[in-house]
């Protein structure tokens, strides 16, 4: 077991803010969390899972909803509604032990982002409970099937979720994950577009083996190359293509950014005009939170499962969806999928075709 320092947590949340290719949540969100289950006492406890028992259970925290900035719309829609004194997500997670009459041993982050991530954590720190050096994702996706859970054949239930404003549920079935994405979603548009949700708790021997391990260091590792390297004024776009072995994109300016909330999500195109060695070029990003799909010239380029990750050169700060404005200059750049999104099942759940492009997947690493 690991105690982590401000300064792992730092290193941990850059780095899955970069992994979160755009989604994820924000690293302010992320760090207000950190910040807050320290002045409550938290201790933030690394593990892995040869310090568990094969009965101990294990869950999975995280939000679930669009990453987009308020409107004065849904801020008035929901006014009257009080919001709860505890934070939703420990109160999701309360509630599920409550329903199960067993309580969690340790805590998954859901995927790799620099708020998702953060919440697993807070849940941890706050309650006492180990955090495993592990994900179902490997990266942020946009999706509830999106992890290998699904692909493991994990059921997603008993799920419980809760919104801000101290409203929950707890689900004992869903037909499978898909159907459990529809129901959550649903939710968290009738909730200012996010619920907290705790699901797919299992022992320690199923998720073992379900799950991407060392995902937590491998953050930890993309976020250390990117820190060291920006404060000693280095290279850092660089130095995170050889820490995560991927490769450079594209340069250039931000020509335009068109993004709206659908069915819950956060959908947009980012169109980056070249510079530099990318002059006359022209490279488009499509996303559904996270950066998905990629055109250079018209042409597909990068796609997901691929990590499509973007820096903001003007701020040294890896950029957020939606939040790129027109004017910034940026970097771009590919890091390869987990392995287990290439498979013929992680590509039917996560590859081009699932998302409504006729091409298939091409590493852009290789």
């Known amino acids: 077991?690991?105690?982590?320092?401000?300064?792992?947590?730092?290193?941990?949340?850059?780095?899955?803010?970069?992994?979160?290719?755009?989604?994820?949540?924000t690293l302010e969100e992320g760090f207000a969390l950190i910040d807050e289950a320290f002045a409550l006492g938290g201790?933030?406890?690394?593990?892995?899972?040869?310090?568990?028992?094969?009965?101990?259970?294990?869950?999975?925290?995280?939000?679930?909803?669009?990453?987009?900035?308020l409107t004065e719309e849904e801020i008035k829609k929901?006014?009257?509604?009080?919001?709860?004194?505890?934070?939703?997500y420990t109160l999701?997670?309360?509630?599920?032990?409550?329903?199960?009459?067993?309580?969690?041993?340790?805590?998954?982050?859901?995927?790799?982002?620099?708020?998702?991530?953060?919440?697993?954590?807070?849940?941890?720190?706050?309650?006492?409970?180990?955090?495993?050096?592990?994900?179902p994702a490997g990266r942020s996706v946009p999706c509830l099937q999106h992890?290998?859970?699904?692909?493991?054949?994990?059921?997603?239930?008993?799920?419980?979720v809760m919104n801000?404003?101290?409203?929950?549920?707890?689900?004992?079935?869903?037909?499978?994950?898909?159907?459990?994405?529809?129901?959550?979603?649903?939710?968290?548009?009738?909730?200012?577009?996010?619920?907290?949700?705790?699901?797919?708790?299992?022992t320690a021997k199923v998720l073992k083996n379900a799950l991407?391990?060392?995902?937590?260091?491998?953050?930890?590792?993309?976020?250390k190359a990117f820190l060291e390297n920006k404060a000693a004024g280095k290279d850092y776009v660089?130095?995170?293509?050889?820490?995560?072995?991927?490769?450079?994109?594209?340069?250039?300016?931000?020509?335009?950014?068109?993004?709206?909330?659908?069915?819950?999500?956060?959908?947009?195109t980012t169109v980056i005009k070249g510079t530099g060695a990318y002059t006359g070029h022209e490279l488009q990003i499509w996303y559904q939170n996270e950066n998905i799909m990629s055109w250079l010239d018209g042409d597909y380029y990068c796609m997901a499962p691929d990590l499509i990750c973007v820096f903001n050169e003007d701020e040294k700060m890896p950029q957020m969806n939606p939040y790129g404005k027109k004017g910034t200059n940026v970097s771009v750049i590919a890091l390869p999928s987990p392995k287990e999104w290439t498979t013929p099942k992680g590509l039917e759940v996560f590859g081009p075709h699932f998302f409504g492009f006729d091409v298939d997947y091409r590493p852009f690493c290789e």
């Open 1 to 25: 077991m690991r105690i982590l320092s401000r300064e792992d947590l730092t290193n941990i949340l850059y780095g899955c803010a970069i992994l979160g290719t755009g989604g994820g949540g």
């Open 164 to 202: 801000k404003f101290g409203e929950g549920a707890v689900f004992s079935n869903v037909y499978d994950d898909m159907r459990g994405e529809d129901m959550v979603r649903a939710l968290a548009c009738v909730s200012q577009n996010m619920i907290s949700v705790c699901d797919h708790v299992n």
């Open 238 to 268: 660089s130095a995170v293509v050889e820490a995560g072995k991927g490769k450079a994109m594209f340069q250039g300016e931000i020509e335009s950014n068109e993004w709206d909330t659908v069915d819950g999500y956060t959908v947009g």
């Open 78 to 88: 929901y006014a009257r509604l009080p919001e709860a004194k505890e934070n939703p």
């Open 92 to 135: 999701c997670m309360k509630q599920l032990e409550t329903y199960m009459g067993k309580e969690l041993k340790a805590v998954t982050s859901t995927e790799l982002g620099g708020m998702n991530t953060a919440t697993a954590f807070y849940c941890a720190a706050v309650s006492g409970k180990l955090i495993m050096d592990s994900d």
């Open 212 to 223: 991407i391990l060392g995902a937590i260091s491998y953050a930890e590792q993309i976020g």
């Open 43 to 69: 201790e933030f406890k690394l593990a892995s899972f040869d310090e568990l028992e094969d009965d101990d259970l294990i869950g999975t925290p995280y939000g679930c909803g669009a990453i987009s900035p």
């Open 147 to 160: 992890s290998t859970y699904y692909l493991q054949n994990v059921p997603m239930c008993p799920m419980s």
